[in-house]
């Protein structure tokens, strides 16, 4: 890879951490899988409302399905959707999918059914594993697919016997949690993979750059597209991230390591963060997943916490804020708390102070997209204290900060993050005219940030490109209002939007959801004022009982612009 000479960075490196590492170790991710089903057979692979699985029985049980999804005549590179939160059933059918040489299609379950049609339809899906509490979503829209095989999980297929009916009774009969659906011809998860226990799965012949995953970007600026991402990205990004995180795992001031790491899950697994930072990550060093269904349900969330010596936490900035400010989080044992990757959305002075107070660890923020199937920059894992951006560039990866013309801008200038490395994708599926608009004639992706590389090589995001506020020509940044309103106090979260203004052209319009009942609209007017310059200062504010997010707990602006539009 020809990387950027200009390169600051590299003489602030993290001792321990090579700037260059051998990222073609694995073939494929099912080598990746597979060494480590015959390194750590008996350690625990993933455990998921008390039920544990081993490595061997997770190679058991993805061989099976594997093998069974081969019996329905699908060929070499055919996609099947997957769509369920975090179950034990999860990384079986990802494992099985690739493993047979399929591609995995990540579904939203929460998907409303044009959604999940647009993704089914756009991805060619010839299969999908869906747990029976969505069924009716593609009941809806499988006859407008290409779907031929729909395999239907329910929540206690893996639990066991005896927990797994009374699992199921309790979701279908006292949770009503399973809307009546009707697919004809679907076919039980616990059948098919019975049905493949008596049939031997055929080695899939795949490559470095055969598809792995097609991983849909959130549509949040319009369509959503399927990022191509190849076995060699999810591989070579799992290797930089190991390399980035190996201070910390060896860092000896907290005790030696356990011998099976304990990664929390909470994050869903058909998003990228948690895909590559617990999943793929974890099976690398041999670690044991830990597997949250609903990080909503934080009472059940610190509940199983509560149960276990985590080691990694990776999290979105609003659930770090309501983990720090739930009661029964504060009580818990943090002591083998080595690393808390954030990421998603900028993470919060306040909330990064609130959390190495009380944990000892720090927040480590680092950046990433669907694009880049894992992090491209990342503050050094062993930081002290919260530094306001998200770090620099990880191993074999390359910065460089361009402006509409793609010309390098001068070092402190803002210009959009261009990101080259092992982590990027080939393109978005079946759009080469998307791919060409995000990528530069010399092949850096431009994701679409704006920000700025600081003397000590570290990126400091400025902001989203489509989400920069124009104040009588000076430019406005939401993410540093939203820093600076989140420090004050009363406030537990906000968000801050641009809405038209005859005079300035936008004005600032602040939306603020409260932790102290009695904070008042004069008292947050009274710390803008005295926090930030006049033409930032909002306009408009709004007190909110919540904020419109996504899945993952991703604050979507967008969706505020539409709900103040319309006047909600």
């Known amino acids: 890879m020809t990387l950027n000479a200009h390169r600051p960075w590299l003489k602030h490196y993290p ?53 069974w999804l081969q019996s329905r005549g699908l060929p070499k590179g055919a996609r099947v959707a997957l769509m369920m939160p975090n179950l034990l059933q999860y990384p079986v059918a990802i494992l099985g999918v690739l493993r047979a040489g399929y591609v995995v299609v990540n579904v939203n379950p929460l998907y409303t059914p044009r959604e999940l049609e647009h993704q089914l339809k756009d ?5 999908i594993i869906v747990l029976e509490n969505f069924a009716a979503t593609v009941e809806a829209v499988a006859a407008q697919t290409q779907l031929k095989t729909i395999v239907v999980a329910s929540v206690g297929d ?15 009969n006292v949770k009503k949690a399973v809307p009546a659906f009707n697919l004809p011809g679907a076919i039980p998860f616990k059948s098919a993979l019975a049905a493949g226990q008596g049939m031997t799965l055929k080695k899939a012949d795949c490559g470095p750059e055969d598809l792995a995953f097609l991983q849909y970007t959130g549509g949040t600026t319009g369509v959503a597209k399927g990022a191509m991402l190849v076995h060699a990205n999810i591989t070579g990004g799992v290797l930089v991230s190991e390399a980035w995180l190996t201070p910390a795992m060896t860092d000896q001031t907290k005790g030696p390591m356990p011998e099976s790491p304990v990664f929390i899950s909470a994050l869903p697994m058909y998003h990228i963060f948690c895909l590559v930072s617990c999943m793929w990550l974890g099976f690398r060093m041999g670690g044991h997943n830990v597997l949250i269904p609903n990080p909503r349900d934080m009472d059940g969330m610190v509940a199983t916490l509560g149960k276990y010596r985590f080691n990694v936490l990776p999290a979105v900035n609003t659930m770090f804020n309501g983990l720090v400010n739930h009661a029964g989080f504060q009580q818990l044992d943090f002591s083998s708390l080595r690393v808390s990757n954030g990421g998603g959305m900028a993470v919060q002075r306040a909330v990064a102070e609130k959390w190495l107070a009380l944990t000892r660890t720090p927040i480590v923020e680092g950046f990433g997209l669907t694009e880049t199937s894992s992090g491209a920059t990342c503050n050094p894992i062993l930081s002290t204290e919260y530094s306001g951006d998200v770090g620099m560039p990880m191993p074999n990866t390359d910065i460089s900060i361009r402006d509409d013309d793609e010309n390098v801008v001068a070092d402190g200038q803002p210009g ?10 080939r393109g978005y599926w079946q759009r080469p005219d998307e791919t060409a608009k995000v990528m530069t004639r010399d092949g850096y992706f431009k994701s679409g940030d704006i920000g700025i590389l600081l003397p000590n090589g570290h990126v400091k995001i400025v902001d989203r490109k489509k989400d920069m506020i124009l104040v009588s020509g000076f430019n406005v940044y939401p993410n ?9 106090p009363g406030v537990l979260e906000c968000a801050v939007i641009g809405i038209p203004d005859e005079k300035a052209g936008e ?9 102290d ?17 006049g033409y930032k200062n909002p306009k ?11 899945n993952v707990g991703k604050i979507l602006r967008r969706e505020l612009r539409d709900l103040d539009r319309a006047g909600k």
């Not at 009695?518 to 930030?532: F, P, Q, S, W």
């Not at 408009?540 to 996504?550: C, G």
Request: proline share 7%; with cysteine.
């Open 540 to 550: 408009a504010i709004v007190f909110r009982d919540a904020l419109p997010k996504s």
């Open 158 to 172: 893996m639990l066991g016997f005896f927990k797994g009916i009374a699992t199921n009774y309790v979701v279908r």
């Open 15 to 67: 001792p321990g951490v090579p700037p260059e590492i051998p990222v073609d170790t694995y073939p494929s991710l099912i080598a990746l899988a597979e060494e480590s089903f015959a390194r750590y057979a008996n350690r625990p692979a993933f455990t998921c409302m008390d039920k544990t699985l081993t490595y061997a029985e997770t190679d058991r049980h993805s061989q099976a399905l594997g093998a």
């Open 416 to 425: 959009e993050i261009c990101i080259k490395g092992p982590q990027v994708m």
């Open 517 to 533: 009942p009695g904070l008042t609209l004069d008292a947050v007017k009274a710390y803008c004022r005295e926090n930030l310059t």
């Open 480 to 488: 540093e209002i939203e820093d600076v309103v989140a420090s004050c």
């Open 507 to 515: 004005a600032v319009k602040l939306f603020v959801v409260k932790k």
């Open 123 to 127: 991805s060619g899906a010839e299969a």
